[in-house]
């Protein structure tokens, strides 16, 4: 296992448009994270999940915002009528017990 | 919510010297891990430390849990060392998410 894999790791969208994110964990991790992090700031807790259970969200994710896991494997994060304020990091990670392992990120630029 | 408060911000160091990063945290916590962010953006989880203290070559942890901070350690720090440490509490209220601080930025100079 190469660890979590994000796909893709940039991408440039105009302001409306929809985009969609993809975050493969490491096999035998059963939680999976998704946060933001914008320039010079920490990372801001999105979601989670347990096997395909979305345990909690954050206000941050608005109704333009959805994440499934349908699997309990790969989950999407879906960014609808994209805006500027969208633009950031969106970091995946996952783990199996009390250490998350991040993947390298989807960089998002809303033109 | 529990809030997590990292200093300094910024820092600058000459190569070989040692430093001291702190975090402190408003809440009991069950989960506290030390990251780094290097400068392409990847974190690098070093340090699962909800109490006591580790060490990881140059690098070392500790928290107090029951006055609610850690320190991580930097021993004669090299240029790759240089990025942003991240240091991440779960309140033991909430069994799910990692909360972040803000960083403290280092820079090691050759």
């Known amino acids: 296992d190469t660890g979590v894999s994000q796909d893709p790791r940039h991408k440039i969208t105009k302001r409306g448009q929809n985009v969609t994110f993809r975050c493969d964990p490491i096999?035998?991790?059963?939680?999976l994270y998704w946060y933001r992090q914008t320039l010079g700031q920490g990372p801001e807790f999105l979601t989670y999940?347990?096997?395909?259970?979305?345990?909690?969200k954050s206000r941050l994710l608005s109704d333009r915002f959805s994440a499934e896991r349908p699997k309990g494997s790969f989950s999407t994060l879906e960014i609808q009528r994209t805006e500027q304020g969208d633009s950031a990091m969106y970091l995946c990670?996952?783990?199996?017990?009390?250490?998350?392992?991040f993947g390298s990120g989807t960089r998002l630029t809303v033109v | 919510g529990i809030q997590v408060e990292q200093s300094p911000p910024d820092l600058i160091l000459q190569e070989g010297a040692n430093s001291t990063l702190r975090c402190n945290f408003s809440?009991?916590?069950?989960?506290l891990q030390w990251f780094h962010q290097n400068p392409w953006g990847q974190l690098i989880n070093l340090f699962y430390?909800?109490?006591g203290t580790k060490q990881n070559g140059r690098l070392s942890a500790t928290t107090v849990a029951t006055e609610r901070y850690s320190l991580l350690y930097i021993s004669s720090s090299q240029t790759t060392d240089s990025g942003v440490y991240f240091c991440?509490?779960?309140?033991?209220?909430?069994?799910?998410?990692?909360?972040f601080g803000q960083g403290t930025t280092l820079q090691v100079k050759p």
């Open positions: 990670a996952s783990s199996k017990g009390v250490g998350y392992t």
């Open positions: 096999s035998e991790h059963n939680r």
């Open positions: 999940f347990q096997n395909e259970a979305q345990l909690e």
């Open positions: 809440d009991s916590v069950n989960n």
């Open positions: 430390i909800p109490s």
């Open positions: 991440a509490v779960m309140a033991t209220s909430n069994t799910g998410k990692l909360i």
